[in-house]
């Protein structure tokens, strides 16, 4: 089983609708929780930065994070054609150094 | 700010011969850096964990000799591929570690290696 699961999709929302993204995982040591966006043939860029359980906000965007479940969740609001892309979960924690365990990470279409 | 470059976006080289790509953190200093490569349709997979004026540390089933590593500053670092093959052909992708434990990752643009 991989620390991080994923599901890769793909995923199509009308325009205007609320994208719900998750992943969940294994390692109960994992501390740090980030989503990146990915656009074709580009590096991931970090949408939102979470430190243990709770709930984060910037704009349309939210992240949750339950690690009683090990789960976390990235929702959009009003989601537009640009967000259409690939959204990588990715965690760290103190016993792997910091290095990130990226989930597989979800391809989102955004229709207009 | 957290701005991560790459340079170059983009090589084409011939089969044997070796490639160095640069990953700077322009307006923050990393004392880590990391190296991904990522093929068509797959997630990041690491290569090594770069640590400035320390040896890099390579994931497991990644070539050293193969992929050399090299951190001077704490804003530069530099992947060499030696003796590049067809195989090699992937996008590389480098990040800097930021935060009070290093636990905030920023990425490069990365770039795309073609081997003829």
């Known amino acids: 089983q991989k620390e991080v699961e994923q599901d890769p999709g793909p995923l199509s929302v009308p325009e205007g609708a609320i994208v719900s993204l998750n992943c969940t995982y294994s390692n109960s040591a994992f501390q740090y929780f980030m989503w990146y966006r990915q656009y074709s043939r580009k590096g991931p860029e970090l949408l939102m930065y979470?430190?243990?359980?709770g709930n984060k906000e910037d704009g349309r965007f939210t992240a949750q994070v339950d690690k009683s479940s090990k789960y976390i969740s990235l929702f959009i609001r009003d989601s537009q054609p640009s967000d259409s892309a690939t959204y990588l979960c990715?965690?760290?924690?103190?016993?792997?150094?910091?290095?990130?365990?990226f989930g597989k990470g979800t391809s989102l279409l955004v229709t207009p | 700010g957290a701005v991560v470059s790459q340079h170059p976006s983009w090589v084409i080289c011939k089969s044997g011969t070796s490639v160095k790509i640069e990953c700077r953190s322009l307006?923050?200093?990393?004392?880590?850096m990391f190296w991904y490569r990522q093929f068509p349709k797959q997630s990041l997979m690491l290569m090594a964990t770069s640590n400035e004026g320390s040896k890099a540390t390579y994931e497991q089933g990644v070539e050293k000799d193969k992929f050399l590593i090299n951190h001077a500053s704490l804003t530069l670092s530099t992947l060499t591929v030696t003796s590049a093959h067809p195989e090699d052909s992937s996008f590389y992708i480098c990040?800097?570690?930021?935060?009070?434990?290093?636990?905030?990752?920023?990425f490069g643009p990365g770039t795309r290696l073609l081997v003829l």
């Open positions: 990715a965690m760290s924690g103190a016993n792997s150094g910091y290095a990130l365990n």
């Open positions: 979470t430190y243990s359980s």
């Open positions: 307006d923050f200093q990393a004392t880590t």
């Open positions: 990040s800097a570690a930021t935060g009070t434990r290093g636990e905030t990752q920023y």
